[in-house]
């Protein structure tokens, strides 16, 4: 029997490259190996304010990009989390086994809520602190033994897995402990104006990220304007952020391992580097967009499919797990 993995992205706004480096690259590169379950995290988009003209845009276009970017829906189950209640419900079964301590440590939501309260709205979500919960139904229901996530989330990942021991425990149930898939090219892809955070799609600086929908020139604009230092030479270092994420960037586009890419650039210039990466970015966006732009029609088709696959094993599952906790 082929492994199953789990993967899914939130709709808050535009996908940008770090999406695509982190999350749907790895996941396709296993359409072949593994069966695949990704969807659209349309309900993860509630966690911050967002409009519903917004949503309903994003969540469109990031299932359009799935397929642009290579989904083939025969092989891989492709849903909108939302078309499928058992998420919604399997979150509430999973608080049962969690608490307000270990939600309120995940650095995601201390980075959010610190946001929120310096924009003195002291108004943080209840769903900021217990979205790492819906994360868990999402992967859980349809126990997995993958799930390919960006380094950024992995202190999630690492939550899902206490909270699935927990239930094997409490319960009996008999949830595999999913592990991430995590490679050299699924890099944790840096803001280019502030590369000690990661690249949102939700940041304000326009500059700081790159969306898969931006033009090419505008794209390569952008990494022209990417923070670097003045040292001008090319390598790892924690001390030089911007320049590793501009090689990670590279590594994660054309493939080369680390000492490729370092031999690539052994003697350049920062322009060089950014002349070398800006055309790279360019030339992916300009074929993806054209293919994006083919898909767009065929979103509601394939989503229809992929909700009824995903839906006949998501309730079989919630199912299990309700008699084994007597409801
Ligand atoms: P999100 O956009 O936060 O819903 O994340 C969706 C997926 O993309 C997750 O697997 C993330 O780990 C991945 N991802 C998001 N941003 C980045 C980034 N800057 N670098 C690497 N992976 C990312």
């Not at 949503?55 to 492709?78: H, M, Q, W």
Request: one cysteine or more; aromatic letters at 10%; a positive charge.
């Amino acid at each position: 029997m082929k492994k199953r993995l789990v993967s899914g992205i939130t709709a808050t706004g535009k996908l940008t490259i770090g999406n695509f480096l982190g999350s749907i690259k790895p996941s396709i590169s296993l359409q072949n190996e593994y069966e695949n379950f990704i969807f659209v995290a349309d309900l993860h988009a509630l966690t911050l304010p967002i409009n519903s003209q917004e949503l309903a845009e994003n969540r469109k276009s990031i299932f359009a990009f799935y397929l642009a970017c290579g989904f083939d829906p025969e092989k891989t189950v492709l849903f909108f989390q939302s078309e499928i209640s058992e998420h919604s419900e399997l979150y509430w079964l999973l608080q049962s086994a969690t608490t307000i301590g270990e939600l309120s440590r995940m650095t995601q939501f201390k980075d959010k809520a610190r946001l929120k309260q310096e924009n003195n709205t002291e108004k943080v979500p209840t769903g900021l602190l217990t979205y790492p919960i819906l994360m868990t139904a999402d992967i859980l229901l349809y126990n997995p033994n993958f799930v390919t996530v960006g380094a950024d989330q992995l202190q999630h990942l690492e939550l899902t897995r206490k909270i699935a021991q927990r239930f094997n425990k409490i319960y009996k149930t008999n949830f595999n402990i999913p592990r991430a898939i995590i490679s050299d090219s699924s890099q944790k892809i840096m803001s280019l104006t502030n590369p000690e955070h990661k690249m949102s799609k939700s940041s304000k600086s326009k500059n700081s990220t790159i969306f898969l929908s931006d033009t090419p020139e505008e794209a390569y604009k952008k990494i022209q304007k990417a923070q670097t230092d003045s040292e001008n030479k090319i390598y790892f270092s924690k001390e030089k952020p911007g320049v590793s994420n501009l090689l990670n960037i590279f590594m994660g586009f054309t493939g080369k391992n680390k000492e490729e890419s370092l031999l690539f650039f052994e003697n350049k210039s920062y322009q060089f580097l950014k002349k070398t990466v800006g055309k790279i970015v360019a030339n992916f966006l300009e074929n993806l967009q054209e293919k994006y732009k083919e898909n767009l029609v065929l979103v509601e088709i394939f989503a229809k499919k992929g909700a009824k696959k995903a839906k006949k094993i998501a309730s079989s599952n919630l199912q299990k797990i309700k008699e084994k906790m007597g409801l």
